[in-house]
């Protein structure tokens, strides 16, 4: 059975750093991108990066020059470092495997992350 673990969240001050990992567990195949997601209560779940099976890259305009997203294939493990946190960073963030076929998505639990001072 696949999962999806977060970890990593937790509090900090502005202009602070987290990394969060997503730990997967389980046979994943046909892997289209894997990815990082946030939502706020009140608002819709939101992409905040993306790396495709084949290496590319893609951000939220939001977290550009300051997310970067990455992965440890020996692992099997989903990173995000986040620097230089904005207090509009507070969310619960979300790991995501997009595959080719159904099931299309798997998602983890969730990690929250607090930058407030």
């Known amino acids: 059975q696949v999962q999806l673990v977060e970890s990593g969240g937790g509090l900090v001050q502005p202009g602070g750093s987290l990394r969060l990992s997503c730990a997967a567990s389980?046979?994943?195949?046909?892997?289209?991108?894997m990815g990082w997601y946030r939502q706020v209560p009140g608002k819709e779940r939101e992409l905040v990066a993306v790396?495709?099976?084949?290496?590319?890259?893609n951000y939220a305009d939001s977290v550009k020059g300051r997310f970067t997203i990455s992965r440890d294939n020996a692992k099997n493990t989903l990173l995000l470092q986040m620097n230089n946190l904005k207090p509009e960073d507070t969310a619960v963030y979300y790991c995501?495997?997009?595959?080719?076929?159904?099931?299309?998505?798997?998602w983890g639990q969730g990690t929250e992350v607090t930058v407030s001072s």
């Open positions: 995501n495997y997009r595959r080719y076929s159904f099931p299309y998505d798997y």
């Open positions: 389980g046979s994943i195949t046909n892997i289209r991108s």
């Open positions: 790396i495709a099976i084949g290496g590319g890259t």
